[in-house]
């Protein structure tokens, strides 16, 4: 198992340049770490971890005879989800030149498209000289996907298969490339990874190659007062009535945005590295150290996260990143808010843990512990945090 845990204390980023299209290219910060293991004395804040991360009373029916897993390929029906995704070019540009400036991988192979959506990828590896390509997609897009493939006349090429893809059969035994774009916010949030590399399992042969094969996530933070008091000490005062109870729930779900690179005030650190060609389903649940270092004199208002992908089975490794120094994605960051404001001076280490795992109601969502502690000259705080994407 080549998925690991990591926290940086004295090595420096090295620069990897992707590039994901021919006149742009985007700088990628990695950071090559070594694990420590971190003792922190913490306060437990805002709930019971047996009651914050799940939610007892939530249902996987949503309503009628639906669950929620229905709701999430509903979902992607609705042609808005991928005209977004389509038009985020870092993503959908650096696919296409993963396929189309390493044709060699592609020609003359059975591919396997997981999650094809309108089946876009499936179109770029047509186009290289797959010798088939099998699309999988569960939502009702599959039958537009369908007609999109018969109007571009690859309809002789691509098979497009409707149904979930733990329930399907391919009328082949194995493929030799997985392809797909299964990554969510926070990297891991809808859980679409264990249908990945259930398809790895059950299909591919050996030395065979997912696209694509790495990807990390990252963790830094930042001043961000104004937005923080916008979004959740609103709920304080609200027309002059307490509405704080609201305050707690906006404090546990993790806010999808756009940060500034301005705001952020400390490194950024390597939390985990997943090798999607090796890894098993548990190693999505982890729990990786940190250590974020003030490179300047500020406050602390929020952790934010953010991911990577790699494709190194490429002549040229390519790829993306998602973080607040790179071109923006539809992915954008997620901003996790404090408890407390962290008063922070040049060269001061916030210390702590992430610990990432699926909701055990509802395995699309994920749950998040924070543990972070600082004994810095204006400030000293312990405490633990609970999130859940939602």
Same mark, same amino acid.
């Given at each position: 198992?080549?998925?690991?845990?990591?926290?940086?204390?004295?090595?420096?980023?090295?620069?990897?340049?992707?590039?994901?299209?021919?006149?742009?290219?985007?700088? /990628?910060?990695?950071?090559?770490?070594?694990?420590?293991?971190?003792?922190?004395?913490?306060?437990?804040?805002?709930?019971?971890?047996?009651?914050?991360? *799940? $939610?007892?009373?939530?249902?996987?029916?949503?309503?009628?005879?639906?669950?929620?897993?229905?709701?999430?390929?509903?979902?992607?029906?609705?042609?808005?989800?991928?005209?977004?995704?389509?038009? $985020?070019?870092?993503?959908?540009?650096?696919?296409?030149? *993963?396929?189309?400036?390493? !044709?060699?991988?592609?020609?003359?192979?059975?591919?396997?498209?997981?999650?094809?959506?309108?089946?876009?990828?499936?179109?770029?590896?047509?186009?290289?000289?797959?010798?088939?390509?099998?699309?999988?997609?569960?939502?009702?897009?599959?039958?537009?996907? /369908?007609?999109?493939?018969?109007?571009?006349?690859?309809?002789? *090429?691509?098979?497009?298969?409707?149904?979930? *893809?733990?329930?399907?059969?391919? @009328?082949?035994?194995?493929?030799?490339?997985?392809?797909?774009?299964? %990554?969510?916010?926070?990297?891991?949030?809808?859980?679409?990874?264990?249908?990945?590399?259930?398809?790895?399992?059950?299909?591919?042969?050996?030395?065979?190659?997912?696209?694509?094969?790495?990807?990390?996530?990252?963790?830094?933070?930042?001043?961000?007062? $104004?937005?923080?008091?916008?979004?959740?000490?609103?709920?304080?005062?609200?027309?002059?009535?307490?509405? !704080?109870?609201?305050?707690?729930?906006?404090?546990?779900?993790?806010?999808?945005?756009?940060?500034?690179?301005?705001?952020?005030?400390?490194?950024?650190?390597?939390?985990?590295?997943?090798?999607?060609?090796?890894?098993?389903?548990?190693?999505?649940?982890?729990?990786? @150290?940190?250590?974020?270092?003030?490179?300047?004199?500020?406050?602390?208002?929020?952790?934010?996260?953010?991911?990577?992908? !790699?494709?190194?089975?490429?002549?040229?490794?390519?790829?993306?990143?998602?973080?607040?120094?790179?071109?923006?994605?539809?992915?954008?960051?997620?901003?996790?808010?404090?408890?407390?404001?962290?008063?922070?001076?040049?060269?001061?280490?916030?210390?702590?843990?992430?610990?990432?795992?699926?909701?055990?109601?509802?395995?699309?969502?994920?749950?998040? %512990?924070?543990?972070?502690?600082?004994?810095?000259?204006?400030?000293?705080?312990?405490?633990?945090?609970?999130?859940?994407?939602?």
């Amino acid at each position: 198992m080549d998925s690991t845990s990591t926290s940086n204390h004295d090595i420096k980023p090295s620069k990897i340049k992707f590039h994901y299209d021919d006149e742009e290219q985007v700088e /990628q910060d990695e950071t090559v770490t070594e694990s420590s293991n971190i003792e922190i004395n913490e306060d437990t804040s805002m709930c019971d971890p047996t009651t914050a991360a *799940v $939610d007892d009373d939530d249902s996987m029916v949503v309503g009628g005879d639906k669950t929620s897993a229905d709701y999430y390929f509903d979902s992607y029906s609705h042609f808005g989800i991928h005209e977004e995704m389509l038009k $985020d070019v870092v993503r959908t540009k650096t696919y296409q030149n *993963v396929i189309y400036k390493n !044709s060699f991988l592609f020609k003359d192979k059975v591919v396997l498209d997981v999650g094809a959506g309108t089946g876009i990828l499936s179109l770029f590896c047509a186009k290289v000289g797959a010798k088939h390509v099998y699309a999988i997609e569960c939502s009702s897009m599959a039958d537009m996907a /369908q007609e999109i493939v018969k109007r571009n006349g690859f309809s002789d *090429v691509i098979t497009i298969i409707k149904g979930k *893809v733990e329930e399907i059969d391919l @009328p082949i035994p194995q493929v030799d490339i997985i392809i797909s774009e299964w %990554m969510g916010y926070f990297l891991l949030y809808e859980n679409m990874l264990d249908t990945v590399l259930y398809a790895r399992d059950k299909w591919l042969v050996k030395d065979g190659l997912v696209l694509p094969d790495k990807a990390s996530l990252c963790l830094t933070a930042i001043e961000d007062a $104004d937005y923080k008091e916008d979004k959740i000490e609103f709920w304080n005062s609200v027309y002059g009535f307490d509405m !704080s109870c609201i305050r707690k729930q906006a404090m546990m779900e993790p806010l999808v945005d756009t940060v500034d690179q301005n705001q952020i005030v400390t490194n950024c650190q390597l939390l985990k590295t997943m090798d999607i060609s090796k890894m098993t389903s548990g190693d999505a649940s982890f729990t990786a @150290p940190f250590k974020l270092v003030a490179e300047r004199d500020d406050y602390i208002h929020a952790f934010v996260a953010y991911f990577d992908v !790699s494709f190194t089975r490429c002549h040229k490794l390519m790829g993306f990143s998602t973080g607040p120094k790179s071109r923006g994605t539809h992915w954008k960051q997620t901003v996790l808010y404090l408890e407390d404001v962290i008063s922070v001076c040049q060269g001061e280490a916030v210390v702590g843990s992430m610990t990432v795992a699926p909701n055990r109601k509802n395995p699309r969502d994920v749950d998040i %512990m924070l543990k972070y502690s600082l004994n810095g000259r204006h400030c000293h705080v312990s405490r633990t945090q609970y999130y859940r994407m939602r």
